[in-house]
């Protein structure tokens, strides 16, 4: 689950259902990212210039993230190496400022004192910038991301937006942004009520889509795009890209006293995606709806 888009839904939906349980990482060993990257991008003298003499010195940029939520960042099946959209992103980044990136997985409650104490220099980690969060730190923009809906494979039910989920039943995990979504579709909807399940696990809201049970689901786009393109083979999901909910903005998170090493991040995360690395990245991992053309500072609208 995003932990970053989620907040307390205002009222209880009917037809509540509680199963699972989301399941929080402890602190763990530094891990290399996925060694399936994009190809190596050449070192960018000038922006290179741009690091600070520690980072320079070090040879390495320091990321800190909360590790379980593909496909931004998960563990490959040895259990240790972290992989997914953010470390490729990460690599690349560290190519064109010519140092390696090293990741460590930590607890998400002491993710950001632990990255303004000086323990990592950077959190990515799927970190919806906001205005409220600028106050406290710097962004540097690298993927929008709004709720999408999750629907079976070849979209019996013809879904395709959210006008058509009056009269239907829609799977949900409780406290997130996609409670209030449909919340505010169900006011439109007149005598043909939603019917909403709701789970405190995302995966048992994707189950029930998957059993019948649910005609749709709705999740954060990039784990919709991952249920569609790897569950079953592919052959189990399909999400629709056509309309993105709420949309905002993922950004690498940076302390506020460290711009030089923000506008560095910023100019490497630009290398990438002028050399086309990054549109590569995004269609490997099946999330290309949710990119960006530049890497923009600060950016958030609300």
């Known amino acids: 689950m995003s932990r970053n888009r989620r907040w307390a839904p205002s ?16 602190d763990a060993p530094a891990a290399k990212p996925s060694k399936e990257g994009p190809a190596a991008l050449a070192k960018d003298t000038q922006a290179a210039t741009l690091l600070p003499e520690d980072v320079k010195k070090a040879g390495v940029i320091r990321v800190g993230a909360e590790v379980g939520y593909a496909p931004m960042s998960f563990f490959d099946a040895d259990g240790k190496t972290i992989i997914g959209a953010e470390p490729d992103l990460m690599a690349a980044v560290g190519q064109a400022l010519g140092v390696k990136v090293e ?6 409650d002491g993710i950001f004192p632990a990255l303004n104490s000086g323990r990592f220099d950077v959190v990515v980690n799927a970190v919806t910038d906001t205005k409220e969060r600028e106050a406290q730190n ?11 809906l999750l629907v079976k494979k070849g979209n019996p039910k013809k879904i395709q937006g959210l006008a058509d989920l009056c009269g239907k039943t829609v799977a949900l995990q409780t406290g997130t942004q996609q409670v209030d979504i449909v919340k505010g579709q169900q006011a439109k909807c ?43 083979g592919g052959k189990l999901f399909e999400v ?14 940076i302390a506020k006293n460290r711009t030089q090493l923000r506008d560095a991040i910023q100019a490497g995360l630009k290398k990438a995606i002028e050399s086309g690395a990054y549109a590569k990245i995004l269609e490997k991992w099946n999330i290309s709806a949710g990119s960006l053309t530049t890497a923009q500072i600060n950016g958030a609208q609300e």
């Open 11 to 26: 009222l209880a939906l009917a037809s509540l259902a509680l199963v699972g349980a989301c399941a929080t990482p402890t």
């Open 103 to 108: 990741w460590t997985n930590t607890a998400w």
């Open 138 to 148: 710097d962004f540097v923009q690298y993927f929008s991301a709004g709720s999408a």
């Open 190 to 232: 007149g005598a043909s009520k939603i019917k909403v399940l709701v789970y405190p696990a995302d995966s048992g809201a994707v189950l029930q889509v998957r059993n019948g049970r649910a005609d749709a689901g709705m999740q954060d786009f990039p784990a919709a795009a991952w249920n569609a393109q790897r569950a079953g």
């Open 240 to 253: 629709l890209t056509s309309e993105q909910y709420k949309p905002g903005s993922y950004g690498i998170v």
